[in-house]
């Protein structure tokens, strides 16, 4: 919940001024819905695409303050959030919901990016591994072969969100490759090898190339460091 329309606005005039070419990478801005309209035009001709942080788990009728895939693609969006720590933790978000976000999402068109991730104590206590595949099962439940390879997965444990806290390259790349794993015991190898997974937890432009360096992490779903464009941009020279 940062930025308003002209502050929004700002942000990708500047980010657009210091982008070089984007040949090898692909730059997702992801505002918050009162921008996607006039960031959409704004980006007209750039090659970044847009994103929405978050979508309903229905379709559409009665039910005031939601947003619907259908909406959002209306709008220019390409991505969607959907599982993001913040959704499960303050909103209690269930499982069941997320699923039903992320067929929505892909039967609109949309490219679902599903954020899975431990928390502190869960990590302190061995569950990882088990709290991520509980994650992934419900979510990709009923995902076929075709909706999975529109789909990425973002890695970001909860304990380093916000907290300037970063998992080591090492510790992540353990799990992102679990993650994969996971994925190719489920649609197999093919799938698993083309899936993009990013890691998001307190990335900066200080840590990104030696995270971005590990075999399994494809790049980088950017929190605070994505709302000043020369961070962001150092972020992205760094994927490059």
């Not at 609109?108 to 709290?131: D, F, H, S, Y």
């Not at 649609?187 to 075999?215: C, D, F, H, K, W």
């Not at 399994?216 to 992205?236: K, P, Q, R, T």
């Amino acid at each position: 919940m940062n930025k308003t329309v002209p502050e929004s606005l700002e942000l990708i005039r500047s980010l657009k001024d210091r982008l070089g070419s984007l040949d090898s990478v692909e730059v997702l801005v992801i505002p918050p819905f009162t921008s996607l309209v006039s960031v959409s035009e704004a980006l007209r001709g750039s090659g970044v695409v847009l994103g929405a942080q978050n979508l309903s788990h229905l379709e559409g009728g009665a039910v005031t303050g939601e947003v619907s895939a259908a909406m959002l693609v209306s709008v220019g969006c390409q991505y969607v959030l959907v599982g993001h720590s913040e959704r499960r933790k303050l909103f209690q978000e269930p499982e069941e919901w997320i699923h039903r976000k992320m067929k929505n999402a892909l039967s609109e068109g949309l490219r679902p990016i599903l954020c899975v991730g431990e928390t502190g104590k869960e990590r302190e206590t061995g569950q990882t591994e088990a709290v991520i595949e509980d994650q992934l099962g419900a979510a990709l439940a009923e995902i076929t072969s075709m909706e999975m390879r529109k789909t990425t997965i973002a890695y970001e444990p909860v304990w380093a969100i916000g907290t300037g806290k970063t998992a080591q390259p090492e510790q992540a790349q353990e799990v992102h490759s679990f993650i994969r794993d996971r994925v190719e015991s489920r649609l197999g190898t093919e799938i698993a090898a083309g899936l993009r997974i990013l890691y998001g937890g307190s990335v900066t432009p200080e840590n990104s190339a030696g995270l971005m360096a590990q075999p399994d992490i494809d790049g980088a779903l950017v929190g605070g460091a994505s709302l000043d464009a020369e961070s962001f941009c150092a972020i992205i020279n760094a994927a490059q």
